[in-house]
Structures are given as structure tokens and as C-alpha cells.
């Protein structure tokens, strides 16, 4: 009896022994050679876009709307510089984060490949992601009351179907180019349409859009005048 008890015990250390040098052999993996889109994605855009692209407080990266109108360059410049001002931290090392070229990369072939859709548009023309034209807040402000005010209210402050859009705690918290894309893209999940959905059988320009976001431009308050502790998170 004695000798089958010591048997066990050298097998049970035999196998100790053989799963940690199983689980050595297992090298850790550097946090700048992780490659995986999944991991990459919900380490590092998930808290912000949502964890699988959508439902979160920024754009919906998972929009194949959004991904018809922003090229691999723009997603790639906005990822890795960043958007001055704004929530948008930069992510590239040679920005001040903590990604590399590859991994950025990875993440916009990532969503790329997995969340657009080719036919999204069918036979319709998006805006163009960025403006050709400045726009005019006087006209702006027309456009708004047409294709915005029946949702956001006539001053913008709020209706019955969305919240205000001039609030200052949001305005100074995104860029122009920021709004334009929510204007041509939508909120899907907030229920608020694309370019093509605020009035029925007409679209918005290109050219009333850069209106509308150059009136709401106009909105933003005077930042030197604003407590840091007015806007969530200070300016950053």
C-alpha cells in the first residue's frame, strides 16, 4: 500500500510538472504584436463605438453607410491622430498611443471586412465624406428648420422625438466634420435617419449639409467662458 501511495504521488508530480512546462512553452503574446481584430477592437474602440460597433456614444463603426462614405485613409488618419479638441483620442504610437501602424491597420480591415456592405446605397449618391465647400450658417439655419427641426425642435434645444443638438456640452465635444458625418449617416439606433430620410423624397446637398453644420458651428459656446466642469470630461 505504502508503495502504491508513492507511486501516485510521483505520477501527480509528473503531471504538475508536465502541464507547466506545457503552459511555459506557451509564449505571452506583446501588446503591440496582438493582430486579432476582435481583441483590438474591444480593448481599445468598444467603450466609446459600441461593442460590436454599434449602441455606443460616437458613431456607429459598424454602419455600412458610414463605411461607404469614410475611406480606409480617413478612418486611418481619425484612429491614429486622433480628432484635436474632441473625445477622440489618438491611438498611434507615434501619436502618444499605444498602437502600432499594423495594428490600426488590422482594426480598419477588421471593420471593413465585417461590417460593410457594398449595395448599402443602391442607387443613391452619398455626400461626400468630407466638404468641397464651406458652408453658410444663414442658410444653415433654413436647411435646419427644413430637414432637422421637426425632430431636434426650431431652435435645436429639443422636441418630442430627440434631444437638444446645440446643447454646450456637446457641441465643443465634436468636430465639424464629426457632424457632418452623424447628418449624412444617422443614428440607427437613436432612430434618427440618414441624409436621405428627414423629408420624405428629398435628400439633402452636400451643400445644405455643410449649411447645416456650419450653423450649428455657429452654437458653440465661447469656450473661454465655459467651466472645464460644464462639459463631461473637460476639453480635451
Given at each position: 500500500?505504502?508503495?502504491?501511495?508513492?507511486?501516485?504521488?510521483?505520477?501527480?508530480?509528473?503531471?504538475?510538472?508536465?502541464?507547466?512546462?506545457?503552459?511555459?512553452?506557451?509564449?505571452?503574446?506583446?501588446?503591440?504584436?496582438?493582430?486579432?481584430?476582435?481583441?483590438?477592437?474591444?480593448?481599445?474602440?468598444?467603450?466609446?463605438?459600441?461593442?460590436?460597433?454599434?449602441?455606443?456614444?460616437?458613431?456607429?463603426?459598424?454602419?455600412?453607410?458610414?463605411?461607404?462614405?469614410?475611406?480606409?485613409?480617413?478612418?486611418?488618419?481619425?484612429?491614429?491622430?486622433?480628432?484635436?479638441?474632441?473625445?477622440?483620442?489618438?491611438?498611434?504610437?507615434?501619436?502618444?498611443?499605444?498602437?502600432?501602424?499594423?495594428?490600426?491597420?488590422?482594426?480598419?480591415?477588421?471593420?471593413?471586412?465585417?461590417?460593410?456592405?457594398?449595395?448599402?446605397?443602391?442607387?443613391?449618391?452619398?455626400?461626400?465624406?468630407?466638404?468641397?465647400?464651406?458652408?453658410?450658417?444663414?442658410?444653415?439655419?433654413?436647411?435646419?428648420?427644413?430637414?432637422?427641426?421637426?425632430?431636434?425642435?426650431?431652435?435645436?434645444?429639443?422636441?418630442?422625438?430627440?434631444?437638444?443638438?446645440?446643447?454646450?456640452?456637446?457641441?465643443?465635444?465634436?468636430?465639424?466634420?464629426?457632424?457632418?458625418?452623424?447628418?449624412?449617416?444617422?443614428?440607427?439606433?437613436?432612430?434618427?435617419?440618414?441624409?436621405?430620410?428627414?423629408?420624405?423624397?428629398?435628400?439633402m446637398t452636400p451643400q445644405e449639409i455643410s449649411d447645416v453644420v456650419a450653423w450649428l458651428a455657429a452654437q458653440r459656446p465661447n469656450l473661454s467662458n465655459v467651466s472645464a466642469l460644464q462639459i463631461p470630461g473637460g476639453i480635451r
Amino acid at each position: 500500500m505504502k508503495h502504491l501511495l508513492m507511486l501516485a504521488a510521483l505520477l501527480t508530480t509528473a503531471a504538475c510538472g508536465v502541464r507547466e512546462r506545457a503552459q511555459g512553452d506557451v509564449p505571452a503574446v506583446a501588446p503591440d504584436q496582438v493582430m486579432d481584430f476582435a481583441a483590438l477592437y474591444a480593448q481599445n474602440c468598444s467603450g466609446c463605438h459600441g461593442p460590436s460597433g454599434r449602441g455606443g456614444a460616437a458613431v456607429e463603426l459598424a454602419d455600412p453607410v458610414y463605411l461607404s462614405i469614410a475611406g480606409d485613409a480617413a478612418i486611418t488618419r481619425v484612429t491614429s491622430a486622433g480628432v484635436p479638441g474632441t473625445a477622440m483620442p489618438a491611438f498611434a504610437q507615434s501619436s502618444g498611443g499605444m498602437l502600432t501602424d499594423r495594428q490600426i491597420g488590422a482594426i480598419v480591415r477588421g471593420m471593413r471586412s465585417q461590417w460593410a456592405r457594398p449595395d448599402v446605397l443602391a442607387a443613391a449618391v452619398a455626400p461626400p465624406y468630407a466638404a468641397s465647400q464651406p458652408g453658410d450658417p444663414r442658410r444653415g439655419r433654413a436647411a435646419f428648420a427644413t430637414f432637422c427641426s421637426s425632430c431636434h425642435g426650431s431652435d435645436g434645444r429639443g422636441g418630442t422625438r430627440a434631444s437638444s443638438i446645440v446643447d454646450p456640452s456637446y457641441l465643443p465635444l465634436i468636430s465639424d466634420q464629426g457632424l457632418r458625418t452623424a447628418i449624412i449617416v444617422g443614428r440607427p439606433d437613436l432612430g434618427a435617419p440618414d441624409w436621405r430620410g428627414d423629408v420624405s423624397g428629398r435628400p439633402m446637398t452636400p451643400q445644405e449639409i455643410s449649411d447645416v453644420v456650419a450653423w450649428l458651428a455657429a452654437q458653440r459656446p465661447n469656450l473661454s467662458n465655459v467651466s472645464a466642469l460644464q462639459i463631461p470630461g473637460g476639453i480635451r
